[in-house]
């Protein structure tokens, strides 16, 4: 668009003020006027913005002076960008070293960032925090203040469901992230999303251990992908995942109907889990799991499952823009054929991610890392990163 075009799209002559706005000008300099950025879409440069008279305009970047496009790329990157049938997640850029937490409370005129947390053992969390804390100033100095206490986020909510029954309700702090003094991943991912996220975050963790993807978090959509050819097998409706009274015994697809079916009754309570939050956004899934597959599950299905489940849960949280990190397990190398299948499954899906978790994990996951917490802690910052990334496009 060239920048006589701006005139139309003002009104000849009219330059009124906004009440929120700021002074924008054309590319060459000959037009200014008032209004207030609305939206911003920088993959398609695409700008919104509303005068003080309640007209919107809608027109490219490209129209606007250097100076604008520098404040565009700075301020307006931040502002949540509408899409289709969701909205995308305004994140600041990582900071090659996190700070510690302000203490400030999060902007509760905005919707809560909501993430939630799925898997076994790997996320369920064994890490030693004890044995943390004596090392956080040095490996994880964000954790603690001055004087070695654990450091509280107050705007990151932490919140945690072991096998249905509520464990965790609290601010973020690593003095108790998975509960029994123990952490999980949550810690690293929670301080990340924290600091990069100007909005309320909540950490929804709801999982336990020695579960399959093959068979007891079977999605719904998956047809005939579990265990022995298995297709899942509950009947709850996907609004309102529930584990039916009438069905007897364990079934195909149970655990994921608890597990969902709690961290949406929790939803449905906001306000219980984020003190004054009104309102919220399922921005994103993590996924740790792997170690039952083998026995219980369908390791040469997991790619196709592990697509069956991003969508299945995007559904079931109605948020078709949300994110997926998944990470391997800890002692499997990439040519491993669990790994395989997490990247087979990443490669086709534009919003998923897969964090590679030897590198930074310390034993094997069989046997809980030996309840070492440097290895939560990194998997979890690794998690973070790769889902801030994803956040970003």
Sequence with gaps: MKPYLLSLILGVGLCLPAANGRTWTSSDGSKAFEAELTSYDPESGK??????????????????????????????????VKKSGGSKTAVKAVPDVLPAPDGKEADMSKP????????QSNMLGFGDAGVLKGIAADKYPYLVDDGGAWNVRKDVRNVFFNNGTQSINEWM???????????????????????????PVMILKSCVGNRALGWDLLPPSAVGTGRDGLSYQGDSESSNRKVKADKQGWYAGLQYDLDVG?????????????????????????????????GKGNVENY???????????KKDFNAPNAKFVCATLGEHDKSATLSQKMFTFAKQEKDAEVF????????????????????YMNVGEGMGKAMVELLSK
Excluded at 68 to 77: I, S
Excluded at 305 to 312: E, G, I, K, V, Y
Excluded at 358 to 372: D, I, R, T, W
């Design 47 to 80: 700008v919104v913005m509303k005068r003080s008279d309640g007209k919107t305009l809608s027109f490219k970047q490209s129209i606007l002076s250097e100076e604008d496009l520098e404040f565009l790329k700075a301020e307006g990157v931040k502002l949540v």
């Design 262 to 294: 709690v961290a949406q009754d929790a939803l449905k309570k906001l306000s219980t889990y984020y003190p004054d939050a009104k309102d919220y956004q399922v921005a994103g899934f993590f996924w740790w799991q792997g170690n039952a597959e083998p």
């Design 303 to 313: 790619d196709k499952n592990l697509a069956f489940l991003f969508n299945d849960l």
């Design 173 to 199: 702090t690593a003095e108790n992230g998975s509960g029994r003094e123990r952490i999980g991943p949550e810690i690293g991912i929670g301080n990340y999303l924290g600091e990069v996220i100007d909005a």
């Design 356 to 375: 590679y978790s030897k590198p930074v994990s310390s034993g094997g996951s069989g046997g809980h890392y030996s309840k070492n917490p440097e290895t």
């Design 112 to 119: 809560v960032q909501v993430f939630i947390m799925m898997g």
